[in-house]
């Protein structure tokens, strides 16, 4: 099995990048509506950075750490895909496999 094609730097510089971008989202979206609404330049401002200050605290609840982590190091998948299949062709062991003994039957109902 092929394991990821992304770094965990990458990772972790695009959850920040999606924070970030979060952030400012809310900050923008906020100090929209405040110059829509006929506010001051001063105000605008004032409530476009305590909305991308609460933005940031929005994007750290709704965007965990957890999700920059890469799952195929935190719990152990097991076998990959015929590995026993393989084992058991190695070994030559042939028993485990059903009707092995009965391949002369199969001879015998075609004539």
């Known amino acids: 099995m092929v394991g990821p094609s992304v770094t965990d730097a990458d990772r ?4 920040r990048y999606m924070q970030v971008g979060f952030a400012l989202l809310v900050g923008v979206s906020m100090g929209l509506v405040t110059l829509y609404g ?4 001063l105000l605008v401002l004032g409530i476009f950075v305590g909305g991308t200050a609460i933005g940031g605290l929005l994007a750290w ?3 965990p ?3 920059a982590e890469t799952p195929y190091e935190s719990f152990d998948r097991g076998p990959k895909p015929g590995a026993r299949t393989k084992q058991r062709r ?4 042939d028993s485990e496999r059903p009707g092995a003994e009965d391949d002369s039957r199969l001879s015998r109902n075609r004539d």
């Not at 006929?38 to 330049?41: E, F, K, T, Y």
């Not at 190695?90 to 062991?93: F, I, K, R």
Request: net charge negative; proline share 0%.
């Open 90 to 93: 190695q070994e030559g062991d």
């Open 65 to 67: 750490e957890s999700v």
């Open 12 to 15: 972790q510089r695009f959850l």
């Open 61 to 63: 609840y709704v965007i």
């Open 38 to 41: 006929g506010a001051d330049l």
